[in-house]
């Protein structure tokens, strides 16, 4: 099966390392992103970053790799929670 290939090497969250290079810069972009905006200030960005971490491991439990890949379910819950902060 030739997507056998594909599932097999799909990066997998682990207890020693939750969260890849990929998550880590997605959220300190995020968390940059927001602190330009309009009811954020620069100096937030560390707490913006602390909030989408926190929030991608207690989430990172509900990713099923049979849905979708892992970096399309983290950049999803990143940007919704992002949304969700600038409410």
Known sequence: NPMSQFESTEPQPTPEN???????????????????????????????????TLFVLL????????RGHLYAYLTTIVDRHAAKLCV
């Open 18 to 52: 939750p969260l890849d290079d990929f998550a880590m810069g997605l959220i300190r972009k995020t968390a940059l992103r927001l602190s330009r905006q309009r009811g954020f200030t620069r100096d937030e960005a560390a707490d913006l970053r602390q909030e989408l």
């Open 59 to 66: 989430r990172l439990q509900n990713y099923q790799p049979s």
